[in-house]
């Protein structure tokens, strides 16, 4: 911690007009000739582009020609160009860390559009501002920390998958951590995909293999993120394996039962008495207290449901010498260490029986098109015939209502649009009409957005098929008692007036949710969500895979909703991201840590609980008690140094003489 | 309101990871908002020691604004929670001193929370066009 000399102080202003985002409002002029006036400023310059190459030319150049021992440039933000002008300060020869920002658009001219004055006013405050800081700013040097070569990622849907086989494939060992009992997630759910109206079980179980075969891949299903510790590089997790009830062939070897372990023959299901719905199927269909999803589950192992299990007994005694139940078993912690993390939490359906007026749960025949999903698979509960749920029937007359709970501003549902309704609905209109004859599909619809590849295409096609669309938010469905029909209640506003449809059956697009668990993920790992719910990216723009948490990146719906292909190439760019920190081998920490003043330091200790990491112990030097900062588990929050009554704790590069010389610009210099 | 030509000075302290992020999508978003508040940038609202708030008030402040994440959503787990407890003993010490304790405030706004950061400023705004200048202000220097 260097004695800091303000009075040798030579500060140089760099102003950007950033087109006319800024100097749109405020006066560059005024501001530049003002910053000439503050104390420590030897240079202010200004220019169309500070970020551009001969903007940075500019700050480099000054700090050589006016020998400058810190930097202020006036222009955006430094959440998005602090790492830019680091850089350009460093091209000058200069610490990187001798550079301040200040704020003048994302935080003056874009908030005050319409008060050219004021706006100026602010600005030069801001400039004052920083060049205080600046003058009184040190060298710091970031420390670099080892990386662990291994990875992690939390949820085994085809994100997850996609970026597990892609980090396991670039020579990573990656734990693949997925809550259910297998990994597959919503897509495994899915009939056909659109446009291609690929099957879609069909090209995700290879992939599903592909995962479970991976050397570099460990598949950790039925397990749980309990804890997280640590920081990019190095990341403690502790996971919660869940009792599955069931050993597989390798725990078996290792508990010495020779050739034992479940092979996942199904005897075990056949003889359980207990029957319970199955949440794949959403509950349209049985399962054993002992089970799989579907047939197609990876890894092939059966789960015992714990809370269905009566304890019989009956499947340990049909597994016989394989000896793979075992009902005894209980919850296992395990804590592994990762260098990166990718989550792919995926999402929920919205429980649109909220919005009551469309009658889904007190209606027999409204689903939501999951359940639409499982009906029309050919390895559903019933065999890929639609049928009507109140009496079998085959539906002649099937209404799909888009927008069910998304775009909704009422508050019930959700305002955001959940981008792969339309084109669902699109292909569930087409499935009907392949399947049975004489049916007529009406879509409700607000916008039919088909943006994706061929997915206009896809639009146009279904038109021809023969699908009716009405352009209308429904009002409201009522059924009819006798006949279990439904009257579809809608304004037709292309036509301009009211709709009546009875249907035999209606498919409500609901809108989709961030999952349940993101929200305690999300905060085990630190990263924040935007106002729906779902995780927020480091930059909507720049970094949509990142998230603030360094180490911690994004792939699939978890950060907004998107179809497949989408999800896919996220999870590729999360995994590739995720990848980079591992193959370096070393990154660096921003050198915000804590140090100790030991002259100062009085030993009191009353700083060590305010830590959150531990960061902090008391030691003996030199016959005193004094506080010691382990810097490798300091984040640099500073609530130590907001916290020690008699000022020893120096924060590095928001040290408390820094701050104050804020303060003081700010209401004492300038122009009162 | 005391005098005419008086202009409001206020100060913020604000958290990179959430009201830093707040106050920045509120300029992408263009929500216009009074232009009377300097916003000063820290980590954490954790950092916030108190004795630069008594500062910023014996500089002739007229008002204060703290704002982090929401709790549960602290970048470094609890530094809020810290910054929010300490904030509560200070507003009690500024009673004692003869201030009104309503020129100190703490807000919680995430980083998607653009529009709430537009309102947060046009309230502190007029709180403290309503309790006038900081009878402080003139010891300051």
């Known amino acids: 911690m260097a004695e800091v000399k303000n009075k040798e102080a030579r500060i140089g202003v760099f102003l950007c007009h950033c087109g006319t985002n800024i100097a749109g409002t405020i006066d560059i002029e005024a501001v530049k000739e003002y910053a000439k006036t503050i104390p420590n400023v030897v240079v202010a310059d200004n220019y169309a582009y500070m970020c551009s190459t001969p903007g940075q030319n500019k700050i480099a150049d000054a700090i050589k020609e006016q020998n400058l021992t810190g930097v202020v440039v006036a222009a955006c933000t430094p959440r998005l160009h602090e790492p830019t002008f680091r850089n350009a300060t460093k091209a000058g020869g200069l610490n990187p860390f001798r550079f301040e920002m200040a704020n003048i658009r994302d935080q003056n001219s874009w908030v005050h559009m319409h008060q050219p004055e004021e706006a100026t006013s602010k600005a030069k405050d801001a400039v004052r501002i920083a060049v205080a800081k600046a003058s009184l700013l040190e060298d710091l040097v970031p420390k670099s920390v080892p990386v662990e070569k291994t990875a992690m990622v939390v949820g085994g849907g085809v994100g997850g998958m996609q970026a597990a086989l892609d980090l396991a494939n670039a020579g990573i060992k990656t734990y693949l951590v997925e809550k259910n009992p297998t990994i597959g997630g919503r897509m495994s759910q899915l009939d056909k995909t659109f446009p291609t109206l690929d099957c879609s079980q069909c090209i995700l179980t290879p992939k599903m293999v592909d995962v479970y075969r991976n050397e570099n891949i460990e598949l950790l299903t039925y397990t749980e993120v309990e804890a997280v510790e640590g920081y990019i590089g190095n990341f403690d997790v502790t996971l919660r394996k869940k009792a599955r009830g069931v050993i597989t062939p390798a725990e078996a070897e290792a508990r010495g039962i020779v050739g034992g372990g479940c092979t996942g023959c199904g005897d075990c299901a056949t003889v359980c008495p207990v029957i319970k719905p199955n ?40 597994c016989g010498e394989k000896k793979a139940v075992d009902l005894d078993m209980k919850d296992e912690l395990m804590t592994v260490k990762v260098g ?161 449809m009875e249907v035999d059956l209606v498919v409500l697009a609901a809108a989709i949710q961030p999952a349940a668990e993101t929200e305690k993920t999300r905060r085990l790992f630190g990263v924040s969500c935007s106002q729906d719910g779902w995780l927020l990216e480091a930059h909507p723009k720049l970094n949509p895979c990142g998230t603030t948490t360094a180490g911690v990146y994004l792939a699939g719906v978890c950060q907004g909703p998107k179809d497949i292909p989408d999800t896919v190439a996220q999870a590729e760019g999360a995994a590739s991201a995720a990848s980079i920190p591992i193959h370096r081998g070393e990154v660096e920490l921003e050198p915000y840590f804590a140090q100790c003043m030991e002259d100062k330091c009085a030993g009191c200790g009353m700083c060590v609980p305010q830590c959150p990491y531990s960061a902090l112990a008391l030691v003996e030097k030199d016959g005193r008690t004094v506080m010691q900062v382990t810097e490798a588990k300091c984040k640099g929050c500073g609530t130590c140094g907001g916290f020690c009554p008699g000022g020893a704790i120096w924060m590095q590069h928001f040290a408390t003489p820094q701050i104050i010389a804020q303060i003081d610009a700010f209401l004492l210099g300038g122009e009162q | 309101m005391a005098d005419e030509n008086w202009n409001p000075k206020i100060i913020a302290i604000i958290c990179n990871w959430c009201s830093y992020a707040g106050a920045d999508l509120a300029g992408g978003a263009r929500i216009q908002y009074p232009p009377d508040i300097r916003a000063i940038r820290v980590m954490c609202t954790g950092r916030i020691d108190p004795l630069f708030i008594l500062k910023a008030f014996q500089d002739g402040a007229d008002g204060v604004l703290v704002s982090g994440c929401h709790f549960g959503d602290c970048h470094y787990l609890e530094g809020n929670f810290k910054a929010a407890k300490r904030m509560f003993l200070l507003k009690s010490v500024l009673k004692n001193i003869g201030l009104d304790d309503k020129r100190l405030r703490m807000t919680f706004v995430s980083a998607s929370e653009g529009a709430k950061w537009g309102s947060v400023m046009t309230d502190v705004v007029k709180t403290i066009n309503e309790l006038g200048p900081s009878p402080l202000k003139e010891f300051a220097k």
């Open chain 1, 279 to 318: 949440p794949f199927e959403l509950g349209m269909a049985p399962r054993k207290a002992i089970y799989i999803y579907h047939p197609q589950v990876s890894p092939l192992i059966y789960t015992v449901d714990f809370d269905a299990c009566v304890k019989c007994g009956l499947c340990v005694e049909s």
């Open chain 1, 340 to 500: 990166t993390v990718v989550l792919a939490l995926g999402y929920d359906i919205f429980p649109i029986e909220k919005k009551f007026e469309w009658g889904y749960k007190n209606y027999d025949n409204v689903i939501t098109s999951l359940e639409f999903e499982r009906l029309i698979c050919a390895s559903g509960p019933t065999g890929g015939h639609l049928v009507r749920p109140s009496d079998g029937a085959t539906p002649k007359r099937v209404a799909f209502v888009l927008c069910a709970g998304s775009r909704d501003n009422t508050g019930v549902g959700k305002p955001y649009c959940s981008r792969f309704c339309c084109m669902y609905s699109l292909k569930h209109a087409h499935q009907i009409i392949e399947k049975i004859p004489g049916v007529v599909p009406y879509i409700f619809y607000m916008d039919i957005r088909s943006f994706g590849k061929m997915y206009e295409e896809f639009y146009y096609r279904i038109q021809d098929e023969g699908a009716k669309f009405i352009r209308g938010r429904v009002a409201n469905i009522l059924e009819d008692p006798k006949t279990k029909n439904l009257h579809v209640n809608a304004e037709d506003t292309l036509l301009g007036r009211p709709v009546d």
